[in-house]
């Protein structure tokens, strides 16, 4: 079993960068691919990051290549989102989640976060 918990959303303004931190406490953290999604008010929940166990691949989608940036820190249990330009359209609960291998589905991601709120105002 593994526990997720995400901290760092709030209220901020267009333009403006956040990061976003996310804490494990159970099972072996370091043998964990993690991965970021976000679901916005009324929209679908969408992949946004991921991150394998060693911090040594990441990947994205194309539209949010260059804003987005995860790391780990495997000795704090602890992946990190790091976002920059923030936009209107990135308002959205941010989730982090663990899976056992590299995927981009969060049908994949067996361990979720209850999620915390960024608000971007314009």
């Known amino acids: 079993q593994v526990q997720l918990e995400e901290f760092g959303g709030g209220l901020v303004q267009a333009g403006d960068s956040l990061r976003l931190s996310c804490v494990a406490s159970?099972?072996?953290?370091?043998?964990?691919?993690m991965g970021w999604f976000r679901q916005a008010p009324g929209k679908e929940r969408e992949f946004v990051a991921y991150?394998?166990?060693?911090?040594?691949?990441?990947s994205y989608p194309d539209s949010l290549k260059g804003r987005f940036t995860v790391y780990r820190d495997n000795a704090k249990n602890t992946v990190s989102l790091q976002i920059t330009s923030l936009k209107p359209e990135d308002t959205a609960v941010y989730y982090c989640?663990?899976?056992?291998?590299?995927?981009?589905?969060?049908?994949?991601?067996?361990?979720w976060g209850q999620g915390t709120q960024v608000t971007v105002s314009s």
């Open positions: 989640a663990a899976a056992r291998y590299f995927t981009t589905d969060q049908g994949g991601y067996a361990y």
């Open positions: 159970g099972r072996t953290f370091s043998s964990l691919a």
């Open positions: 991150i394998n166990w060693r911090g040594s691949a990441t």
